[in-house]
């Protein structure tokens, strides 16, 4: 099977190579033929990948250690629905996965544009082929999934601890797929730059990507977000991470360019802008890849080795220097349409949403790569903390926010300040009323960006209702309906409208679940022995026992927290550590699970109004005594015998447990962060979800008397 | 694997003919706008009755739509018309 893996990615590389001269060779003369052919070549590529992610992930499954990668990155202890994820762990699997999804979307696009944007699309084929050739290029001679083991191990090294988690089965994949979406609009945006096409119609037709794309990796961002509160034993679901920001960076400015390409669509503006933008996005989407693979900026979440970066950069550049040109020779094309005709109009709050998501965007890029950027001009590499973004992240989004709020209630072209008092002056009363009430509450007054924040949030959310509430009446007034049919017929004839109104108010419960949460925690860090108390904030949490399970990957200890609030009992928490064994056959074998990867499973209550979160370290250096003696003792130990001893070194801890630390968090709405991201994400689907071609909708003839004036259903 | 990626994508070479007719790509982007165009009007409108809109700016951005649309339609016409002649 590794010859069928090795020989479909060298077939893959071959094919990307022939489709992207086979789709320059039709754009240029205008074969179609040729176009036809290098359209297909996607197809095959598609196909061609598949068999070799299909390949791999089996023997993934089947624990096929004669494959080095699974060897490495997988045993036969690692449960099944962790191997099925095993493969995006390492370099080249990832790697695989990328290339594999970006042929999938690519044969996606172009099947759906084959009759339309004949001139772009194929430039926009060999731009997606292109890429793809890199990175089958990469897959192939650096970093090839299909090396043999030799000689193939019985056993293989185990998946990395720290990645056996749900959340990490779709995580990777739904990053990926976000950054390779956004490689579609990319491509186009390319295609319709060199043709000189610059009208809506690649606009139209890729826009479904983006808000894929966006919408993808977004939920991707908050899975990983929620993983790090849940596994990671830091306490904390974001750390401005570099892996962190480069997932974030993309998407920031995919926001601004879903925002943003509505003013080229209806209004022929901001052409220029828009194709740098989405330039940029793509050009950020690879860049993420970078980061992660390359681990030239240290991340937690950098499992990647270092032998990618000189690739990646090279790519990076073409794409960087490629867009400068293309938008730099293409200006007369890229010639705005329309005018700004009032500042007070949607299209001037576009202009600010689209200013603060690329400030935003920028102030991350630079704190990112300031160790790269002070090592190059002082010699020496200094970073930034977590203090350095939120100095400058918070103000701005809380702009952001406030735009989100405004955004809604102002017209296109032009409103009046009449009017936008009358539709401001709800959720002005709404959002003052919060913050009152809000004053009044214990200890907000002294956080004053979280109570601007909250009331913000209530600003924001009293605005969607107001625009459904109105809607809904305005569709009344002609239809007659009642409230509930009229309110779903609404939505689904205006789904990006609404759809993008249900996202607004989604994105103020998340920023109300961050504010909340960094600024009203309560850390507290504790040594306990079991029968010992400690206090956090009104919750008393009780260590009542140790405890300790063994599995043939890992050993874990943990302890039994009883939680109780005004003597009444609330929950029972069980964080946990567990131990993996290292590889080293130097270690003894009791000692060997203590000197390799440990994690920490997160004792975690977690609730509307706050989550309680507990986290162990056991104290291994109260028993290191035990360790030795066992490992001096029995040091050819295997199998039973090992497990005997670690048996006997586990009830000893649980039957005298040395002192453990704790750390306790008491986190106000951090629950809100993900419901927030679930009804961002339920909006984002609806307007995504097809609607049919509004001219389609209406009679398609006499035209001219389509437009004569008579009142529609909204 | 290699006969069937050759089949297919040799499959389209293999056809008749140099090149194909060129598309009528201004009439494709004109379709483009004029969906558009519609869905500004709409969006106008809806804008007006949820109260965005004064009715005096409305009925000067909705004048204004309109004729934008049907030069749209004429230019549509016109295309269609030569397409027809030929």
Same mark, same amino acid.
């Given at each position: 099977?590794?010859?069928?893996?090795?020989?479909?990615?060298?077939?893959a590389?071959?094919?990307a190579?022939?489709?992207?001269?086979?789709?320059?060779?039709?754009?240029?003369?205008?074969?179609?033929?040729?176009?036809?052919?290098?359209?297909?070549?996607v197809y095959?590529l598609a196909a061609v990948l598949t068999v070799a992610f299909v390949?791999l992930e089996?023997?993934f499954?089947?624990?096929?250690?004669?494959?080095?990668?699974?060897?490495?990155?997988?045993?036969?202890?690692?449960?099944?629905f962790y191997?099925g994820a095993a493969m995006w762990s390492s370099q080249e699997g990832s790697l695989l996965l990328w290339v594999w999804l970006l042929s999938m979307w690519s044969s996606l696009v172009l099947f759906l544009t084959?009759?339309?944007?004949?001139?772009?699309?194929?430039?926009a084929a060999?731009v997606l082929l292109g890429l793809a050739a890199f990175f089958a290029?990469l897959v192939?001679?650096?970093a090839?999934p299909?090396?043999?083991?030799?000689?193939?191990?019985?056993?293989?090294?185990?998946?990395?601890?720290?990645l056996?988690h749900p959340s990490m089965m779709i995580h990777p994949p739904l990053l990926y797929s976000g950054y390779t979406l956004f490689t579609v609009p990319f491509a186009f945006a390319?295609?319709?730059?060199?043709?000189?096409?610059?009208?809506?119609?690649?606009?139209?037709a890729t826009r479904g990507f983006a808000l894929a794309a966006w919408l993808f990796l977004g939920v991707g961002i908050l899975i990983g977000a929620r993983w790090s509160?849940?596994?990671?034993?830091?306490?904390?679901?974001?750390?401005?991470?570099?892996v962190e920001n480069a997932s974030l960076m993309p998407w920031l400015t995919g926001t601004a360019f879903i925002?943003?390409i509505?003013?080229?669509?209806?209004?022929?503006?901001?052409?220029?802008?828009?194709?740098?933008l989405v330039l940029a996005t793509g050009v950020l989407a690879v860049l993420g890849t970078f980061l992660v693979r390359?681990?030239?900026?240290?991340?937690?979440h950098a499992f990647g080795?270092?032998?990618?970066?000189?690739?990646f +950069?090279?790519l990076i550049? #073409?794409m960087?220097? =490629?867009?400068?040109?293309?938008?730099?020779? /293409? !200006? &007369?094309?890229? @010639?705005?349409?329309?005018?700004?005709?009032?500042?007070?109009?949607?299209?001037?709050?576009?202009?600010?949403?689209?200013?603060?998501?690329?400030?935003?965007c920028?102030?991350?890029?630079?704190?990112?790569?300031?160790?790269?950027?002070?090592?190059?001009?002082?010699?020496?590499?200094?970073?930034?903390?977590?203090?350095?973004?939120?100095?400058?992240?918070?103000? +701005?989004?809380?702009?952001? #926010?406030?735009?989100? =709020?405004?955004?809604?209630?102002?017209?296109? /072209? !032009? &409103?009046?300040? @009449?009017?936008?008092?009358?539709?401001?002056?709800?959720?002005?009363?709404?959002?003052?009323?919060?913050?009152?009430?809000?004053?009044?509450?214990?200890?907000?007054?002294?956080?004053?960006?979280?109570?601007?924040?909250?009331?913000?949030?209530?600003?924001?959310?009293?605005?969607?209702?107001?625009?459904?509430?109105?809607?809904?009446?305005?569709?009344?007034?002609?239809?007659?309906?009642?409230?509930?049919?009229?309110?779903?017929?609404?939505?689904?004839?205006?789904? /990006? !409208?609404?759809g993008?109104?249900?996202v607004?108010?989604g994105?103020?419960?998340?920023?109300?679940?961050?504010?909340?949460?960094?600024?009203?925690?309560?850390?507290?860090?504790?040594?306990?022995?079991?029968?010992?108390?400690?206090?956090?904030?009104?919750?008393?949490?009780?260590?009542?026992?140790?405890?300790?399970?063994?599995?043939?990957?890992?050993?874990?200890?943990?302890?039994?927290?009883?939680?109780?609030?005004?003597?009444?009992?609330?929950?029972?928490?069980?964080?946990?550590?567990?131990?993996?064994?290292?590889?080293?056959?130097?270690?003894?074998?009791?000692?060997?699970?203590?000197?390799?990867?440990?994690?920490?499973?997160?004792?975690?209550?977690?609730?509307?109004?706050?989550?309680?979160?507990?986290?162990?370290?056991?104290?291994?250096?109260?028993?290191?005594?035990?360790?030795?003696?066992?490992?001096?003792?029995?040091?050819?130990?295997?199998?039973?015998?090992?497990?005997?001893?670690?048996?006997?070194?586990?009830?000893?801890?649980?039957?005298?447990?040395?002192?453990?630390?704790?750390?306790?968090?008491?986190?106000?709405?951090?629950?809100?962060?993900w419901?927030?991201g679930g009804i961002v994400g339920l909006g984002g689907l609806f307007a995504l979800w097809p609607?049919?071609?509004?001219?389609?909708?209406?009679?398609?003839?006499?035209?001219?008397?389509?437009?004569?004036?008579?009142?529609?259903?909204? | 694997?290699?006969?069937?990626?050759?089949?297919?994508?040799?499959?389209?070479?293999?056809?008749?003919?140099?090149?194909?007719?060129?598309?009528?790509?201004?009439?494709?982007?004109?379709?483009?706008?004029?969906?558009?165009?519609?869905?500004?009007?709409?969006?106008?409108?809806?804008?007006?009755?949820?109260?965005?809109?004064?009715?005096?700016?409305?009925?000067?951005?909705?004048?204004?739509?309109?004729?934008?649309?049907?030069?749209?339609?004429?230019?549509?016409?016109?295309?269609?018309?030569?397409?027809?002649?030929?």
């Amino acid at each position: 099977m590794l010859n069928v893996g090795r020989s479909a990615l060298t077939l893959a590389l071959l094919i990307a190579v022939y489709g992207v001269a086979a789709s320059l060779y039709g754009a240029r003369t205008g074969r179609r033929q040729w176009v036809d052919s290098g359209r297909r070549a996607v197809y095959s590529l598609a196909a061609v990948l598949t068999v070799a992610f299909v390949v791999l992930e089996a023997a993934f499954l089947r624990s096929d250690f004669s494959f080095q990668l699974v060897a490495s990155h997988s045993s036969t202890t690692t449960p099944s629905f962790y191997k099925g994820a095993a493969m995006w762990s390492s370099q080249e699997g990832s790697l695989l996965l990328w290339v594999w999804l970006l042929s999938m979307w690519s044969s996606l696009v172009l099947f759906l544009t084959r009759r339309r944007l004949r001139e772009v699309a194929p430039c926009a084929a060999a731009v997606l082929l292109g890429l793809a050739a890199f990175f089958a290029a990469l897959v192939v001679f650096l970093a090839n999934p299909f090396q043999l083991a030799t000689p193939v191990p019985a056993e293989g090294s185990g998946l990395q601890p720290l990645l056996r988690h749900p959340s990490m089965m779709i995580h990777p994949p739904l990053l990926y797929s976000g950054y390779t979406l956004f490689t579609v609009p990319f491509a186009f945006a390319a295609g319709a730059l060199i043709t000189r096409r610059a009208d809506a119609e690649w606009i139209r037709a890729t826009r479904g990507f983006a808000l894929a794309a966006w919408l993808f990796l977004g939920v991707g961002i908050l899975i990983g977000a929620r993983w790090s509160w849940s596994e990671l034993g830091w306490g904390g679901y974001w750390a401005w991470d570099p892996v962190e920001n480069a997932s974030l960076m993309p998407w920031l400015t995919g926001t601004a360019f879903i925002h943003s390409i509505m003013m080229q669509e209806k209004r022929g503006m901001m052409k220029v802008w828009n194709a740098s933008l989405v330039l940029a996005t793509g050009v950020l989407a690879v860049l993420g890849t970078f980061l992660v693979r390359s681990g030239i900026l240290e991340s937690i979440h950098a499992f990647g080795g270092s032998t990618l970066g000189l690739p990646f +950069l090279g790519l990076i550049a #073409v794409m960087m220097f =490629g867009s400068v040109a293309l938008v730099s020779s /293409r !200006r &007369a094309a890229l @010639r705005s349409e329309g005018r700004l005709e009032s500042l007070f109009s949607r299209e001037s709050m576009f202009v600010l949403n689209n200013a603060v998501l690329v400030g935003l965007c920028f102030v991350i890029f630079w704190g990112t790569f300031f160790p790269l950027i002070s090592e190059a001009v002082t010699g020496q590499r200094a970073s930034v903390g977590p203090p350095w973004f939120d100095r400058y992240t918070v103000p +701005l989004a809380l702009v952001l #926010v406030l735009l989100s =709020g405004l955004g809604p209630v102002i017209a296109w /072209r !032009r &409103a009046t300040a @009449r009017n936008a008092r009358r539709s401001l002056r709800g959720p002005l009363a709404v959002a003052a009323l919060a913050a009152v009430g809000l004053t009044a509450a214990a200890g907000v007054a002294a956080r004053p960006l979280a109570l601007a924040m909250f009331s913000g949030a209530a600003f924001v959310a009293a605005v969607v209702v107001q625009e459904f509430w109105r809607g809904m009446r305005a569709r009344q007034a002609v239809s007659h309906e009642s409230a509930a049919v009229a309110l779903v017929a609404l939505a689904r004839r205006n789904r /990006r !409208r609404y759809g993008g109104y249900v996202v607004h108010l989604g994105m103020a419960v998340l920023f109300v679940g961050i504010a909340a949460s960094a600024s009203f925690q309560t850390i507290h860090d504790v040594r306990l022995s079991p029968g010992q108390s400690a206090r956090i904030e009104s919750y008393d949490i009780h260590y009542v026992r140790a405890t300790s399970a063994l599995s043939n990957e890992k050993v874990t200890l943990g302890a039994i927290l009883d939680v109780s609030r005004d003597g009444r009992h609330v929950a029972t928490l069980a964080p946990t550590r567990g131990y993996y064994q290292s590889q080293d056959p130097q270690l003894g074998p009791v000692g060997r699970y203590f000197d390799g990867e440990a994690t920490s499973e997160v004792g975690l209550r977690a609730g509307l109004r706050r989550d309680l979160w507990t986290a162990v370290q056991p104290d291994i250096g109260a028993m290191q005594k035990m360790i030795d003696g066992l490992d001096r003792r029995f040091p050819l130990a295997t199998g039973r015998s090992q497990g005997l001893l670690l048996a006997a070194l586990a009830a000893r801890y649980e039957a005298q447990p040395p002192p453990a630390s704790f750390r306790l968090i008491a986190s106000p709405l951090v629950e809100w962060i993900w419901l927030g991201g679930g009804i961002v994400g339920l909006g984002g689907l609806f307007a995504l979800w097809p609607g049919a071609s509004f001219s389609r909708r209406r009679a398609p003839a006499p035209a001219r008397a389509r437009l004569g004036r008579q009142p529609s259903r909204a | 694997m290699l006969a069937a990626v050759v089949a297919i994508i040799a499959g389209p070479l293999r056809r008749a003919g140099a090149a194909s007719a060129p598309e009528p790509s201004q009439r494709a982007a004109l379709e483009v706008a004029k969906d558009v165009k519609y869905r500004e009007i709409h969006d106008a409108e809806l804008d007006f009755r949820t109260g965005k809109l004064s009715e005096p700016d409305y009925r000067e951005v909705d004048r204004a739509l309109r004729s934008e649309a049907i030069e749209l339609l004429r230019r549509l016409d016109a295309i269609a018309t030569k397409e027809g002649r030929r």
